[in-house]
């Protein structure tokens, strides 16, 4: 099987290389092999062990760390029986806000159109994308090199989004092996084809049976927070009256939208973390 490093810029053509047993593939690495214990992993992360919230700390710290400080989950710490009491996640902070519906202040703000408040955030030329004829390693590998969560699946030639391909997804390489070992040319396309297969084979639920879930930017914040939360997913792809993808609104950027960092909340604690613009305004 072809490594990954070095590929570069995969094209159509290149598909057949991500072919084989990814699982196979993974535990003859040498990185596997000399990772013994996660301690061998655990300070490759961005704060090391983790970043942790306690009981006593706001609600305020802890938006603000799910949306500008970029954390996707944060652990709720007990200092004195040194233990984790629970951990909340972003898709939590949305199902709460789902929850407020009736609330005089959700609804108020809820009805507001998602031009209104500024979302999406990113013009259609910004949008990360993968093509339905390129292979699924390519989607993967945009991920990990710009740090995020999912990517669409266009199609050739256009700009209608087909499906969504995730982070999470990847459980395929390791779960569901016949996947690869079927298909000599695993594309974004036959990939998308070959989990909702494999899921409906198997009877399990996922949100890729769902298919692509999608919004124009006359959605109100609330109808947006109540089918991210209703679907289990956390992104929502906005189009226009054509289909074709306009932008990406994630988890992040809703909550992003409630909360402002007052001057020097943090001190100087994440200085050198983020090179944040002056007059910075999440």
């Not at 995730?166 to 695993?186: G, K, M, N, W």
Request: charged letters at 25%; hydrophobic letters at 40%; a positive charge.
């Amino acid at each position: 099987m072809t490594s990954a490093v070095g590929l570069g810029t995969l094209g159509p053509e290149d598909a057949s290389i991500t072919s084989g047993d990814f699982f196979e593939a993974l535990t003859s690495s040498k990185f596997y092999k000399n990772t013994k214990v996660v301690r061998d992993i655990s300070g490759t992360f961005r704060w090391a062990p983790f970043l942790a919230l306690q009981k006593s700390n706001s609600f305020l710290t802890m938006l603000l760390l799910l949306s500008k400080y970029k954390m996707k989950s944060v652990p709720v710490v007990d200092l004195g029986d040194g233990k984790i009491n629970n951990i909340i996640t972003q898709s939590a902070v949305i199902h709460m806000l789902a929850e407020c519906t009736g609330f005089h202040w959700f609804e108020s703000w809820g009805t507001k159109k998602l031009l209104e408040i500024g979302l999406p955030t990113m013009s259609p030329k910004e949008i990360i994308k993968v093509h339905e004829d390129q292979p699924v390693l390519q989607a993967f590998k945009l991920m990990r090199k710009n740090r995020i969560g999912g990517v669409p699946v266009v199609e050739s030639g256009g700009k209608k989004a087909i499906g969504n391909i995730s982070l999470r997804d990847v459980q395929f390489l390791l779960t569901a092996p016949e996947i690869y070992r079927d298909y000599r040319s695993i594309t974004a396309k036959n990939f998308l084809i070959a989990v909702k297969n494999y899921l409906e084979k198997h009877d399990k639920r996922s949100p890729m049976l769902s298919g692509t879930v999608t919004c124009k930017r006359d959605k109100t914040i609330k109808e947006l927070i109540q089918t991210l939360d209703s679907e289990k997913i956390h992104r929502m792809y906005v189009v226009d009256d054509d289909g074709n993808l306009e932008g990406v609104i994630t988890l992040r950027d809703i909550i992003s939208r409630l909360v402002h960092e007052p001057h020097g909340y943090f001190g100087d604690f994440f200085d050198g973390v983020l090179p944040l613009p002056e007059n910075c305004r999440v």
